[in-house]
């Protein structure tokens, strides 16, 4: 909870003189404080203040955007490659995919991951597996989906949080 | 330089501009709804860039802000058409309920078919 | 390159025509829901052509009430009508377009009185204006004089924008359905434990 | 003359950018117009919507150089990243959840002249689904 607010301030004070651009002139900089203190006590009141709303982010997980960032360009030139032949040859299909995480956070990364890859999107989300919709049958693979969510699981993965749960309680 | 770098962004924008004249196409003729929202959630994506190219154009530093709100705007615009044809209501609170198992499907009061036109 | 011609016409140009477009289909389409989509792409195209006019704060409220409420409110309104116009025979049309016609010539006639733009001499540019200008930066400190203007020198007559703001801001909270749910939220998924969560789900229950 | 070759260099790779980005935001909008049907049209919306939007901006971030500008453009990709995605899912998982099928098997387009004949095998799907009703007008509840 702690943490939780700590990291949700520092993201607003980040969002607030980004957006103003004036770091000295003392009017500006009160007004901001307010403004953030009001947003804080209204999540506290709200009971919104958790790992969910301020989650976590580590520096290795920048390593899974960048490989995500290959993964999204590789999959943009077969789609673009069937956009511009004249005779574009798809193949849609549908596959379940399961999925792993126990956590919220990592299934909406591994089910955002899959749709950001142009190619596969993510229709349905259930409870132990994804309903996929694919544009090449060879998209498909288990594999690769698999490798994937391992990959969104180890970025979100937060060491902290059961302690925090615990300490909360 | 600066004159090329000028050129530069009004030929960015000119393309960004065709291709918002493209999907107009398929908003008016998208046979069901859904093409239609994708068309206009699309549309609002490009026409962040376009501001964001055109604020750059004319030298203002405003035209990024009201960038932001749209790509805001556009998100939160897109659910709350989907809600609408979801529920055929807009106070339904999007919470767990709505989220099921593939076998068991949580049908949502208004169904209606695809086609809209 | 040609006097007064410059690319970001060209831009402007092509805004013009998109919205003309857009206008001649909202007129001859019958789908309602195509019809209010395309007043959301009306919006986008008018505040990008509001922000080519240096017109930012106009661009700012188009923004927000454009896209965000009219768009919630012409559905609501989808929701007590059918989803399809009905023709409208000609002889109705005559009136309407009669009207439009006159309306249309007296704002042409009208263009002819307007101050030049950007004309320096203009009364929006040399009375109050400019003591605004020069007032705002020790009166208010904000650096944007027509947030200065509006919320604070002309706070009363502005009353109705502020409002609308305000309207805008409602109906956000509306469309992310925060009505009667505050305090609820617990994250119980079909009874799934997610991880840690539940404990403090249930301890939230304890409270009375 | 430092910083004239400082500056070719942010002008050849901020054109380099943009010129890719925009070249990726047509073909999603040719994708859009092309496609069959709508599970796939979404696919290259998606592609306009990552790779053509992220590199525009970022050449338009190293077009700005180090300022308030491109912080602001660099939120925007940020924003972008993560509402185009959940966007994206909203509408599909709508239009899945209203009972539109989506067309499976191999498809090819038709040549110019012939007529356009969609042949799709109709896979069951995967799990069953009352049938879309006829459009009823819906009464105000």
């Known amino acids: 909870m702690v943490r939780s607010a700590f990291i949700l301030v520092v993201v607003l004070a980040t969002y607030w003189l980004m957006l103003s651009g004036y770091l000295y002139k003392p009017v500006l900089l009160i007004v901001g404080t307010i403004s953030i203190l009001v947003v804080l006590g209204l999540s506290w009141r709200m009971k919104i203040l958790d790992a969910e709303t301020a989650p976590y982010f580590h520096g290795k997980a920048a390593g899974y955007y960048a490989w995500l960032f290959v993964e999204i360009t590789k999959a943009n030139m077969s789609v673009i490659k069937a956009v511009l032949s004249p005779d574009m040859e798809i193949s849609p299909t549908t596959t379940k995919v399961p999925i792993k995480q126990s956590t919220d956070l990592g299934r909406v990364t591994f089910a955002n991951s899959i749709t950001l890859t142009p190619g596969t999107i993510a229709v349905v989300m259930g409870e132990s597996n994804i309903l996929v919709h694919a544009l090449f049958s060879e998209m498909t693979d288990a594999a690769d989906f698999k490798d994937m969510g391992d990959r969104a699981g180890w970025a979100v993965s937060d060491p902290m949080l059961g302690r925090i749960e615990k300490g909360a309680s | ?117 | 390159m040609m006097e007064g011609f410059t690319p970001i016409l060209l831009l402007d140009m092509g805004l013009l025509a998109m919205l003309v477009v857009v206008a001649f289909a909202v007129v001859r389409l019958r789908s309602l829901f195509a019809i209010v989509m395309l007043q959301g792409v009306y919006s986008l195209l008018s505040a990008a052509w509001f922000v080519s006019l240096d017109a930012v704060d106009v661009a700012f409220t188009e923004a927000a009430v454009g896209a965000g409420i009219s768009t919630v409110l012409m559905l609501g309104a989808m929701l007590l009508t059918e989803r399809e116009a009905k023709p409208v025979p000609f002889q109705k049309q005559l009136g309407p377009l009669f009207i439009v016609t006159i309306v249309a010539l007296a704002m042409f006639y009208a263009v002819g009185d307007m101050p030049a733009f950007g004309d320096a001499l203009s009364p929006a540019n040399s009375y109050v204006g400019a003591d605004y200008i020069a007032a705002t930066k020790n009166d208010i400190i904000l650096p944007n004089v027509v947030t200065a203007v509006l919320a604070s020198y002309r706070s009363f007559d502005t009353f109705g924008e502020v409002v609308v703001v305000y309207m805008a801001g409602l109906g956000i909270l509306l469309l992310l359905g925060l009505n009667g749910n505050a305090g609820k939220w617990r994250a119980k998924p079909n009874g799934q434990n997610i991880t840690g969560r539940k404990n403090a789900a249930e301890q939230r229950e304890d409270k009375p | 003359m430092d910083g004239g070759v400082l500056h070719m260099l942010q002008f050849v790779i901020s054109a380099l950018l943009l010129a890719g980005g925009v070249f990726f935001v047509i073909a999603g909008t040719v994708g859009v117009l092309r496609f069959p049907d709508f599970y796939t049209r979404m696919h290259a919306a998606g592609m306009t919507d990552t790779l053509g939007a992220e590199l525009v901006l970022l050449g338009l971030i190293v077009q700005a150089g180090f300022s308030q500008t491109s912080l602001k453009l660099a939120l925007i990709a940020f924003l972008l990243f993560l509402t185009s995605p959940t966007a994206a899912h909203a509408v599909v998982g709508a239009a899945h959840n209203a009972g539109l099928k989506p067309m499976l098997g191999k498809y090819r387009a038709p040549a110019l002249g012939e007529a356009p004949e969609v042949k799709s095998e109709v896979k069951p799907k995967p799990k069953s689904k009352s049938k879309p009703k006829p459009r009823t007008k819906k009464k105000a509840t």
Do not use: W
């Not at chain 2, 004319?58 to 989907?82: C, H, K, P, S, W």
């Open chain 2, 1 to 117: 330089m600066e004159q090329a770098l000028h050129y530069l962004n009004v030929g960015a924008a000119m393309f960004l501009l065709i291709g918002m004249a493209l999907l107009l196409g398929r908003l008016l003729s998208g046979p069901t709804l859904y093409d239609r929202i994708l068309a206009v959630n699309s549309f609002g994506t490009k026409t962040v860039l376009f501001l964001c190219v055109f604020s750059l154009i004319i030298g203002r530093q405003d035209g990024i802000d009201i960038a932001i709100l749209y790509a805001l705007m556009n998100f939160i615009a897109t659910i709350a058409v989907l809600k609408f044809f979801r529920y055929s209501a807009l106070d339904v609170s999007m919470n767990y309920s709505s989220r099921g198992d593939l076998s068991k499907t949580v049908v949502g009061k208004a169904e209606m078919s695809g086609e809209d036109t």
